[in-house]
């Protein structure tokens, strides 16, 4: 099991002092804040960046908001309002169905935070709708705006998303506790010497454990992430933090019979792809050599497998091999034949159960 983080008391007084801080600021004191705040990135999703409240690090993020967002009726609104088809749920370029199902998501996991449930999320200190620019170039990796629509198989509800997008002119300004790695890149400095205080051997195990630990408590309260690769899942190298809920869907969201549908289809889709991205990106380049991934998985499961794997590896192998190969081969054919290739729960049961057991 991961040690704890920040203590919880030190990640209770920073929220008291950055969020307090916050919400006495007007928006111009907020905006001026916001614009001189050290750019990190942008993409589909949004523009990030960084700054200091009172000798606190604050991770600042600026999602759209669309004037459709903004009309009355639609002001705090979790409903799909861009009617959006499901598939657009999955994280293969899409810009999300909305800034208030994203700050609905970070207000619930916030408050598991500070009520003791879970603390695997970033606190949200605060958040404020202010002016803002468009975001420019979201679509250049698909060659434009025609490229990202082709994408999503023509979808006119999408396209509508992305032209709104375009044409915003406000932003959802969310303030978030800062945690200082992704998931990504600190196991491609710690996978192979560094391990966690206290502990012995290999970093895998508790990762593992805390990646299905945290897919567990999202899936009993009926919140899929659909977006949880290890740019999205944070650490301090004790303790992973799930963040960005762009694609996060919830049973409390306001959702259609479809959507609803949807969900209880999903309930188990983080664990198994965190679990597949776990071996796929990280784990398995350190044990399967020059043998290519896929090919490496089926060997496994033939029992075809290296001797020199260390028992605890092995486990983590024996455990997601099997239902790793049944979400490579869905998402191979969401990309290459159809955004609306049904999602195979049933199998991935049928093959997890097929393999070893779970952590304990």
Known sequence: MLDQGLPRAARLAAYGNVSTHLSLLSDHR??????????????????????????TRVFVKRIPLTDLELRPENVRSTANVFELPVFYQYGAGSAGFGAWRELAVHTMTTNWVLGGEYAGFPLMYHWRVLPDSPPEGFTDGFGGLEGAVAHWEGSPAVRDRLVAIGQSSCSLVVFLEHVPHTLAGWLADHSRTAVPEGEDGSPFPWVEEALMDGAAFMSSRGLVHFDAHFANVLTDGRQLYFADFGLALSSRFELTADESTFLADHLAYDRCYTASHLLRYHLLDGVRGDTEREVFLRDWIAGRRPGDIPPEITAIIDRHARPTVVVDSFFRRLLTE????PFPAAEIQRQRSAGATTPS
């Open 30 to 55: 907020l905006g001026k804040l916001v614009a001189a705040a050290g750019p990190l990135g942008s993409g589909i999703g949004g523009r990030s960046a960084e700054l200091d409240v009172n000798g």
């Open 338 to 341: 159809s955004k609306q290739t």
